[in-house]
């Protein structure tokens, strides 16, 4: 890959994660009761239609000056908190193992 098509590939990239961040927050209902960095959290989920959002994107959205080893144990706390709050709603939070998270209905749900 040429530097101007790396570059090229980041301006995408760059532009896909804004797109991810406008209004991530107000994808998650008010009566979740979900602080700012859950609800961003959970947006970035919501956003991405099922498919997993990787470590680094969740990392680039919420901690942009951290390194991605010290920020996979908060990720880790973080996707547990939510997942605890979101799971009486009818959601659950998926780790896939090694690249991230996605969101999706739980079947057994009543909601």
């Known amino acids: 890959m040429t530097p101007y098509q790396e570059i090229e590939a980041l301006r995408s990239r760059v532009a896909w994660l ?59 706390v973080l996707a547990c908190k939510v997942r605890k709050l979101i799971g009486p709603f009818g959601y659950r939070v998926r780790c896939v193992w090694g690249v991230g998270y996605a969101i999706e209905r739980d079947k057994g749900a009543g909601a």
């Open 18 to 76: 804004e797109g991810l961040l406008s209004s991530v927050a107000d994808q998650c209902p008010p009566e979740w009761g979900l602080s700012l960095q859950k609800a961003v959290f959970a947006g970035l989920l919501f956003r991405a239609n099922g498919r997993v959002v990787e470590y680094g994107t969740i990392i680039a959205a919420l901690w942009p000056d951290r390194e991605c080893d010290s920020a996979t144990d908060s990720i880790k």
